[in-house]
């Protein structure tokens, strides 16, 4: 794992050599007579955010990767809890990136530090600097860690720490933007049966290893002698990866993504997009066979897609239209669908029912989700080594949902959606070791239905949302670890210009697990999870910040024989440079 770190950082730190030096001789050879490039329009998405929008109009190709402006929000952080959560509570779907994403806004620098009980440090830093208006640079660095946990103090231990590095280069024609993540996770396996002698740390311990490069170059809008982008109808962007992934007893996983986009306006109001995604996955492991002998096993896994669409806009409506073909050469998918080729839908619309008030929004679509032990382990960290991969193919995702905005301080949105899959998988109580997991895989079909909204008024923000999930399975008895029902409510107040807090109650409902011996179904208790945010600012520069997780105490258990942590603290302070 060292080697190829040490090589991929070399790698990567020499191509930012070659764009520095590209990027200066491009200045000083093109940069006279060059007008500034316009800097407006940005729209900054935000996880979790319900934003309503004034209008569906097609963007134009001037919007896909417009340029940051350079205005410095002091109040902004990094939330990398939207991929790795103190407690893993969250219940979404985990992205094929783990790297947090650095918002577009220029954010001040700063470092947090804490402390709190369970022996648990906590730090995470941001730097970035623009050597030019041409070139950026940053790092962003997060470590939360818990000495102790509730089950046999340190036998229960966690750590988790994130450093991230990422450029970006502007040139006349396109950005060249590159990243390199590394996340250091360390779990222990204490799911173990208490009636039974308590194992040494040492021996359930897990450390995981994950390592994500990314080289991004995306198009720029060129301006003709009027300075009109509208001339401008081709855009472009091209990314390229390499992931690495490794867990103890050899245990690894290598993926080199290629993902690419490009469109092109045939009019104001109507284009053609073509999207195609390359995936080369290979998983080593080790196992032992009847003789005690040592057996490596690989699995290579290749998966290619395209998916051209066509995109117009009529007055209120907005439409996309197009399909998908997929090839797979995963085995265990073509065994359950008897195809390595996958045709699938793509169409969306969105249409304004009311002027600025209401509107209608569908999808039908499908694809293959990739699956990978470097995010499924994100997901659940208390997976068994050896794991029998496969992705997921969707042959229809459908939901319809009506966005609302009832007066300016509420919004709303209900929706409803269906969707078949093949291979979803499943975390399942392993049959060999009660304290681990193992995958399992099902056609499923499920329907989901949701309602959310939103108030802002004066200091006042909430934030509530409810979603039902059912399941249709084909083979299996239960959903392992899916949760039939899930709320969440968020309340935030600027008691002054120095206080503020942020409650935050996430429940969960209805999740359930099989014993793979017995057969005996559990039904797990219900997950309610409260936790609090508090930050006073003694300047602008310096603060202090209290966060509480787990308030009420609850002693739940989001997977079968992992309790979770009781009321946990962590006290500190920020400072803004």
């Known amino acids: 794992m060292k080697k190829i770190a040490t090589k991929i950082l070399s790698v990567y730190f020499f191509i930012h050599l070659l764009t520095i030096f590209s990027s200066d001789f491009g200045q000083k050879t093109f940069a006279q007579g060059k007008a500034e490039l316009e800097q407006k329009n940005v729209d900054v998405n935000k996880t979790n955010e319900f934003e309503l929008i004034s209008k569906p109009p097609i963007k134009i190709n001037a919007e896909i990767n417009p340029l940051p402006p350079l205005v410095v929000s002091k109040d902004e952080e990094i939330d990398f809890s939207e991929t790795i959560t103190f407690s893993r509570l969250s219940f979404r779907e985990i992205p094929n990136e783990l790297a947090p994403t650095i918002p577009k806004e220029i954010l001040g620098n700063y470092v947090k530090a804490g402390f709190g009980n369970y022996i648990t440090p906590y730090f995470e830093g941001f730097y970035s600097h623009d050597f030019n208006e041409k070139n950026k640079y940053g790092i962003f660095a997060h470590h939360i860690s818990s000495m102790n946990g509730v089950v046999d103090k340190q036998n229960s231990g966690y750590g988790n720490t994130n450093v991230l590095l990422f450029s970006e280069h502007t040139k006349e024609k396109f950005v060249l933007s590159s990243s390199i993540n590394y996340n250091l996770e360390r779990i222990h396996y204490y799911g173990y049966d208490q009636n039974l002698e308590t194992p040494l740390k040492e021996d359930i311990r897990q450390t995981y290893n994950r390592l994500e490069t990314k080289f991004d170059l995306t198009s720029l809008p060129q301006k003709d002698d009027f300075g009109d982008s509208s001339a401008d109808k081709l855009a472009y962007k091209i990314s390229v990866g390499f992931n690495y992934f490794s867990g103890i007893n050899d245990i690894s996983e290598w993926q080199i993504p290629i993902l690419g986009g490009i469109s092109y306006s045939i009019s104001e109001k109507s284009k053609i997009k073509l999207n195609t995604e390359f ?97 499924l382990t994100v997901q659940n960290p208390f997976l068994a080594s050896v794991q029998p991969l496969s992705h997921t193919f969707s042959q229809v995702d459908a939901n ?178």
């Open 400 to 577: 319809v949902a009506i966005q609302a905005k009832i007066n300016k301080e509420l919004k709303a949105n209900a929706e409803i959606g269906f969707a078949m899959y093949d291979n979803m998988p499943f975390f399942a109580p392993s049959v060999s070791d009660s304290s681990q997991f193992g995958l399992l895989y099902d056609k499923v079909n499920v329907l989901r239905l949701g309602v959310s909204s939103s108030y802002q008024k004066n200091n006042l923000t909430a934030r509530l949302s409810a979603n039902y999930f059912g399941y249709s399975l084909t083979d299996l008895e239960v959903a392992h670890h899916r949760p039939s029902f899930q709320t969440s409510l968020s309340v935030g107040y600027r008691f002054t210009e120095k206080l503020k807090t942020t409650l935050t109650l996430q429940q969960l409902f209805g999740i359930k697990t099989q014993n793979p011996v017995s057969e005996t179904i559990y039904d797990l208790k219900a997950i309610h999870d409260l936790s609090i945010s508090v930050s006073y600012k003694f300047t602008e520069r310096i603060s202090a910040f209290a966060n509480g997780y787990n308030l009420i105490g609850q002693n739940y258990q989001r997977f079968v024989y992992y309790p979770n942590n009781g009321i946990t603290m962590v006290l500190g302070g920020k400072y803004i440079f």
């Open 279 to 375: 995936h080369q996955t290979q998983q080593k492991s080790n196992v032992l066979d009847i003789d005690n002998q040592t057996n490596d096993l690989t699995n290579s896994r290749t998966l290619i897609s395209f998916n051209p669409s066509y995109n117009f806009s009529i007055e209120n409506l907005t439409l996309n239209i197009g399909a998908g073909i997929a090839y797979s050469s995963d085995s265990l998918l073509e065994n359950a669908t008897e195809s390595k080729l996958f045709f699938y839908p793509t169409i969306d619309f969105s249409y304004q029912l009311s002027k600025d008030k209401l509107w209608i929004l569908g999808k039908i679509s499908g694809g293959i989700k990739p699956q990978f032990l470097r995010m």
